[in-house]
């Protein structure tokens, strides 16, 4: 009886560490902060466990293999006083009954309940690791002496990787996924890639009169028009429509666009479509010339093309065509 006791007793300790052991591993670091923002009972614990990762983790194996050492040589002391001849059998039923009942089982367990477990025993790891902090400092100073420092960067593919699995398990909806996805996107695609071409963008004379471009904005229903000097390589700013509508509501037909427009940020080709959207931030403004390495005009970009990087086309009610660039 005394035996089974032991035996039970050991599986039981090793397999409740071995359980902790893979509820931490499962629950990433970024899934312990959503927790601990939501303010989850237990996840601010979690958190700080997941933060200091390396010491859990040594706890949880050194009590683990400790329970399995020591128990195993109780149990075949005990088994050596009683059973003789039998001690081979003994020691290959606890083999088996740790591997199954002690590690498979309970890191099963741990997987598929990871959050709540980690969230309700996190604090008892911390409480263990602040204990055996002593035990904790001399390990890790050992670890830094034999392999040093290293710190695990979380790269572009992982991110890729962790959107496609949370989209596949439910955790997050497809058109998230390819909003996360997209985002990549942007650092990798060039103004050239999203302006307008010079050659379908509809600009606007400087001395041309309120009354000239009502006919255009007619036409062409844009709401930001560039605005040139001598030629399309000297562009001098830009004219919102819903300025020359109010120019032409005050009764101002004979007004030219030089009055109205205001002043427009040139862009090089070359810029990424993330770094142009810092600047549309920066500057609070929507739209810039994108010109050449000779400073020369070669397209209009606006916010609508590098937000159309991330959530796909926009279109309103006033748009004749999908994309504009593809219009020769």
Known sequence: MKLIIEGVVIVVVTG?????????????LSRARVLAAQKKRGADALLKAKLTM??????????MNVSTVIGSILIGK???????GSVAIVSLIMTFAIILFG???PKSIGDKYAEKIGMTFAPVILVI???FSPIVWLYEKLIKLLIGTHTILVSEDDLRVMSETSHAEGEIELDEKRI???TFEMNDTLVRDIMTPRGVVEFLSDQCTLTDALAIIGEKPFSRIPVYGNDLDDIVGVV??????RGLARDEHSRTISEFMKPVKFIPETVQSDHLLVQFQKLKTHCAIVIDENEKTVGFVTLEDVLEV?????????????????IR
């Open 180 to 182: 996360i996805l997209n």
């Open 54 to 63: 390396a010491r859990s983790i040594f706890l949880l194996v050194v009590f």
């Open 103 to 105: 590690e498979l089982i």
């Open 16 to 28: 409740f560490f071995a359980m902790l052991e893979a509820s931490m591993f499962t629950v990433s």
């Open 129 to 131: 690791t602040k204990i």
């Open 240 to 245: 919102t429509s819903k300025d020359i509508l």
């Open 310 to 326: 991330l959530v796909g086309e926009i279109m309103d009610e006033t748009d004749e065509h999908e994309d504009m660039r593809n």
């Open 78 to 84: 005990d088994a050596g006083e009683e059973f003789a």
